[in-house]
Structure formats: C-alpha cells, structure tokens
C-alpha cells in the first residue's frame, strides 16, 4: 500500500485537487442560494430543491470546462515539450489524460443527474404554487406577471396547463432535452464494447459534443429560475414583506416586487477550452491538406497491413502516434496507429491489424487482398494528423526500461528498438539507456515474422559490440496447434529458435511476472526503472499491481514506474 501511495501520489493528490473544488464550488453555490435575498421568494416556492439545481449546475459548468482539454492532443504535445514538464511524474500525468477525460465525465454525469432532479422537482413545485388551495404568500407570488408590464416569478402561468408540456415550450425545457439526449448518447456509446466492436458508432455519436456545448450555452438564456432585482430589493423590504404580502402596492415600503432571469454563465465556463479546441480542428483540418505519399505496402500473413510514407516537414520521436484518415473511406473518420518507423529513417510508417470495417477497406483499397504490385496514382489518398506524444517517447529518460507488449501491441517498441539499433550504429551518440527488457506475448506464430527480422538485426549488432547483456527478449507463444507443437519438439536442440529464427528461445504460454519482476529488482536495486506496456487492459492492471508490488518503500530503492500506452 505505501508503495502504491508513492507511485501514484500525484495522480491521487491531481484528483484531490479536481474533487475540491468541485465540493467547494458546490457548498458555495448552494449557501449562496440558500442565504441570498435576491432568491428569498423563489425559495418561499422551491424551497431547497433552489439550491440543490443552482449548484450542481456551478458544478457542471466546471466540468464542462475541464473535458475538452485532455482530449486536446496538440495542446498536450506542447505541454510535454515544456522545461517544467520534461520528465518525472508531473510528465506521467498527461499520459492518463483520456483517464482524466472519463473522470470528469463521471463528473458531468453525476451533476446532470443532480440538476435534471432538482429541476423536475422545481417543476412540480412550481406548478402547485399556481394552485388556489395554495393560498398565502405562494399563491400571491404566483399571481405577479398577469397583468401588462409585469416581471413574473413563476414560469407556469397556469394550472390548468400540464407543467411539463408548458417547460418544454420554453428556451430552458427544449435545451435540456437536448443536451441529456445528446449526453446519454456520448455516454452510452463511450463503453468498452461499443468502442471495441463498433468503433464508428463510438466516433460518430462522440462528435454529438458539439450539439451539446451548444445547448449548453443557450440553456442559460432561458433563465428559468428568476430572482428580485437588486433595483427592486432597495426599494422592497423583503425581510418586513415576505410576511406582510397583503400589504404590497398599498404600503410604502413594499411595492410590488421584481424579478428577472439570472445571466447565463455558462459560455464564460467554456469559451477558453471551445476556442482551444477550435485551433485543434484548424491544425488537423491544415495537416489534412498537406500531401501524404504512399511509398511501400506490404501484406503479413498475420493480418497485419504495413503502411510506409512520407510527408514534407514530418518530424517524429520514438514511440509518439498518428491519427490516419482515408478521404475514400469516410471524410470524418480518423484512427490512431502507433509509428513504427525510427526517426532516422527517411519515412514513417504504421502497422495495422485489420479488426473493424474502416481497418478492413483500408486493406482492400491499398491492394492487400490482391497481393500484386499496385502503382502509386492507384493508391488511396491518406491524410495524416500528429505526430503525438505517447508514454513510450520517455524511454530514453531512464537508465534500465522494461517493454512489454501483447500482440499488435508491439508496435510502439518497433519504433523504440529502431531507434536504439540506429543509435547504437551511430557512434558519436551517447546512450543513457544501459539495459532493456523486452517481453512480447502473441497467440499467433505468424504475428512474429515482422518484428523478428528487427530483433535479428539488434542482437547481431549488440554482438557485434560486446553489447549482448544490454537487451533481453522474452517472447512467449500463447498460442499452438497440434502440428506445431510437434514440429517445436522436433527442432527444440537447434541453436536457433524455430519459430522466429533467434538465439533466444521462444518460451510457450504466459510469464510469471512475479518471478520476471523480482529478478529485474534484484539486478536493479537502487534503480528508477520505466515500464512501458502496450496491451489490453487485464493485463495492464496486473503489470501496475507488480511494478507498485515491487518498487521499494524506501525513495533510494528499486522504483519501477508504470507508463501504459493509451490514445
């Protein structure tokens, strides 16, 4: 637990923070409410459910400001180019940031629930005050604004009219509907099987987002809940009237009382992070313009298309990602894939398992299927945004790094071990990096071919250098029929793997990551060790238990710090 505590303290001190000052903001707005004058005979008809609706809606106003700015992906990339943010655990932060995203719509969700009550309440209420059997100061209130020139308190004019058909006529009711829709949608369609297995449903119903910021910022000008003038209260005495309403218009002091809507405050909330994300669009939709050559398609029988381009000006660090779009495809669609190239190659590239519709015409429209040569004019047309930062680009911060992957989730560390092989080739470069270990787990025999040819060239170079203690691969099959399993036991003597042609063996099923990480902290003991995962979410949670399980209580210890892959 205390190993927990100080690995992810800052996470757990970030969501302090954000869980503050939601509560401060939530008890401020509601004894405002609670105490102000202004709100004194709006609450002689709504009582506390005044408060309770005012809040949650500070609240949501608040969150809603905050959603947008962790999916600002050029926003973040800058951040992480900062002094300020150059490394350490501050930098591990903006690698959770879609996690930060769901937490706040977490957030939003509660509050709406909070708000859409309250209200159907204030509804209620409302409607009851027009009542005769009401009677004293409810009903008086509920009588002000039937005659010309007169401000009203009370939205439902009528009792004999259904209050939920009479707000649904109104800016407030027609809004609200809109943006819960519109919310629920977002919401619904954001779960991890939808995502999964019906992606552009989650794509398109996401973007939803702008109907609901636009709701948002007119559902405030129906001002629904109105409040007395600061002009009236002068001349109002509220605290004498409110329990002498048979004397207004005749005495003095209390002349019939006004009110008005409050000013709409939820544009001031979002305009920044609108405007931030606006530029967003205007960057993708300028990076969308610029040309994308398709130099190289090749076919592996794993099912995986392997893209090779080139763009003018295209700069990228080991690691960081892209989002593809395919104009032909869909002109709305963009998905990210991980670059698999090195910076030093003289193009990028992107490896890509078909799994879905847009992934599978991709592999038809660039000819995979046909696999026979195709020119470059016949090729689609790609657009390409990024690239972005991702957890893996601080590999090269850290001393001894532990990469693990599982099945197409290798395809950050191609790039990383790209890197290091051209570094290590190149020597008047200096590596900080002294020892990395690789562990990469796959069903499929076939996924290897690629990535084996990379991990040839890197061991015969570490070889070649007296370098052989530097890398340390693990890969394990988890997957093999029958006649696999015999032809592996027929060649298990041969100095080279059979399956990926290697020194090191193949290991068959999963690893024992207690075992792995207690050898690596005892090899390590006062090192800060990086682990960088790609994979499916089981498994990251069991590789963050291990490196909180095995990271040293005491500072000067081993520290292992858990940096997942997430875009």
Known sequence: ??????????????????????????????????????????????????????????????????????????????????????????????????????????????????????????????????????????????????????????????????????????????????????????????????????????????????????????????????????????????????????????????????????????????????????????????????????????????????????????????GQYIFLQCPSISQLEWHPFTLTSAPEEEFFSVHIRVVGDWTGTLFKVCGAEEKVFKEPWKLPRLAVDGPFGAATTDVFHYRVIVCIAAGIGVTPFASILKSIWFKCCNPNTELTLEKVYFYWTCRDASAFEWFADLLFLLETQMAEKGKTHFLSYHIFLTGWDESQATHIALHDDEKMDVITGLRQKTFYGRPNWDTEFRQIAENHPSNSIGVFFCGPKALSKILQKRCNLYSSADPRGVQFHYNKESF
């Open 1 to 318: 637990m205390g190993c927990w505590i100080f690995s992810e303290s800052l996470s757990v001190l970030l969501l302090l923070v954000w869980l503050g000052l939601n509560l401060y903001l939530f008890i401020d707005t509601f004894h405002w409410y609670e105490e102000d004058d202004a709100y004194l005979y709006t609450r002689v008809m709504l009582g506390s459910t005044l408060a309770w609706a005012r809040a949650s809606a500070t609240c949501l106003n608040f969150n809603c400001m905050l959603i947008l700015l962790p999916v600002s992906r050029n926003l973040i990339s800058f951040i992480r180019g900062t002094s300020i943010c150059c490394r350490g655990a501050l930098r591990r932060q903006l690698d959770k940031n879609l996690t930060f995203h769901k937490i706040v719509a977490y957030g939003i969700a509660v509050n709406a629930i909070i708000h859409i009550v309250a209200h159907l309440v204030n509804v209620e209420r409302y409607h009851i005050s027009q009542s005769k059997e009401v009677g004293g100061l409810r009903n008086k209130l509920s009588g002000i604004g039937k005659t010309a020139n007169e401000s009203y308190l009370n939205p439902i004019r009528n009792y004999e009219v259904n209050p939920t058909t009479q707000i649904l006529t109104t800016i407030a009711g027609v809004t609200g509907v809109i943006i819960t829709v519109a919310f629920i949608l977002i919401m619904t369609s954001s779960t991890e099987i939808i995502r999964r297995s019906f992606y552009e449903v989650f794509w398109y119903t996401h973007h939803l987002f702008m109907v609901f910021f636009i709701g948002l910022v007119i559902h405030g000008m129906g001002q629904l809940v109105r409040g007395q003038t600061s002009q009236s209260l002068l001349l109002h005495n509220v605290t004498y009237c409110k329990d002498h309403y048979s004397e207004w218009e005749k005495a003095t002091k209390c002349p019939l009382p006004l009110f008005s809507g409050s000013e709409p405050m939820a544009w001031k909330w979002v305009l920044g992070p609108v405007v931030v994300y606006i530029c967003e669009r205007i960057v993708r939709f300028w990076r969308f313009q610029q040309e994308v050559v398709i130099t190289k398609v090749v076919t592996h029988s794993s099912g995986v298309l392997e893209l090779h381009m080139k763009k003018c000006g295209f700069k990228m660090e080991p």
